[in-house]
Structure formats: structure tokens, C-alpha cells
């Protein structure tokens, strides 16, 4: 199950915009990590909210995705266009504030599949 962490500066959102933003990316990352063996809906993905401390060094807007490091997984999200296309349809949003297309926004990070998965 991928987790999503919006981090965000204080004031940027608000509750409302949050619940909105959350939904979509929830729905869009779902759709970005499925693959040919695996289809997610946005129920499967888990959306957290965190605003910037006053002393965090960090864009004013960044979204981390955790999700296990299954190789189709993998490489699906390792593809440049996957992850533009991910991008450009979280800018696209009429919640999300208005950020230039070129500044860094998504981060992945991969757990190995390490264990028995049953």
C-alpha cells in the first residue's frame, strides 16, 4: 500500500483545499503504481498532510511516496513519463496552489520486499 505525505508551508492550504488535494493524489498515485498484475483505487493509498515546522529547510510544497519496492512496481515508477505524468496531473488540480512545472515535487522512496508476504 503506497503512503503519501504532503509536507507543505504553513498557510499555503487550508482544511478544505487538504481533503480535495488528498482525494486526487490519492486516486492519481493509485493509477501511477498499478501495474499489469496489481490495479490500486485510491482507497488503497494512504494520504498524510504535514505542514512545515518553522524551522524546516524545504520547498514550500513536496509530496514523498512511500510504496514497496515490487519489481514491476519498480520499474513502473522508475520511468520518467510515469512520474511526469503523475506531476502534471497533481499541478493540474484547481485545489493545488499554482507552482512552477520545473521546481522539484515528487520524492519516491522503495522498502525492498524483504520477508514472507502472505
Known amino acids: 500500500m503506497p503512503k503519501v505525505t504532503l509536507s507543505y508551508k504553513k498557510g499555503i492550504f487550508t482544511r478544505l483545499q487538504l481533503l480535495h488535494i ?3 493524489i490519492k486516486t492519481l498515485v493509485a493509477e501511477a503504481a498499478s501495474t499489469l498484475d496489481t490495479k490500486l483505487t485510491g482507497n488503497d493509498v494512504d494520504f498524510f ?3 512545515h515546522t518553522d524551522f524546516d ?4 510544497v513536496g509530496i514523498e511516496i512511500e510504496t514497496i519496492g515490487f519489481p514491476q512496481r519498480r520499474a513502473k515508477l522508475g520511468e520518467r513519463n510515469v512520474i511526469l505524468k503523475l506531476k502534471k496531473g497533481i ?3 484547481s485545489w493545488f496552489p499554482k507552482i ?3 521546481s522539484p515535487l515528487i520524492w519516491i522512496k522503495f522498502w525492498d520486499p524483504v520477508g514472507l508476504h502472505v
Open 22 to 24: 488528498g482525494e486526487e
Open 100 to 102: 512552477s512545472p520545473d
Open 49 to 51: 498532510a504535514r505542514e
Open 57 to 60: 529547510l524545504a520547498a514550500d
Open 91 to 93: 499541478l493540474a488540480s
